[in-house]
């Protein structure tokens, strides 16, 4: 998997906890249009700790472009974003 690190637009539900559950996140591509995938699987899901700042992570799988991927979401829990971690 690459190492993308790129700021996405995600749909999520939460739990009455507060853990969020990613449904399918828009990404920006370099022309300018965006590309909506559907999360298909959350395979697993940790919390991480990096550089003093809380993240969850989820490594999920999805069909994006008619090929089946698994890629890593990152949430970081101080300024509610996510990103496209790995793919």
Request: with cysteine.
């Amino acid at each position: 998997m690459k190492v993308l690190m790129t700021p996405i637009e995600m749909i999520v539900w939460f739990t009455q906890d507060g853990v969020p559950h990613p449904l399918k996140y828009r990404l920006l591509q370099k022309d300018g249009s965006y590309t909506v995938v559907k999360v298909g699987k959350v395979i697993s899901s940790d919390k991480e700790r990096l550089a003093g700042n809380n993240m969850l992570i989820y490594r999920c799988q999805s069909i994006v472009h008619g090929i089946e991927k698994l890629y890593e979401l990152k949430y970081e829990i101080a300024t509610c974003k996510w990103f496209l971690y790995k793919m």
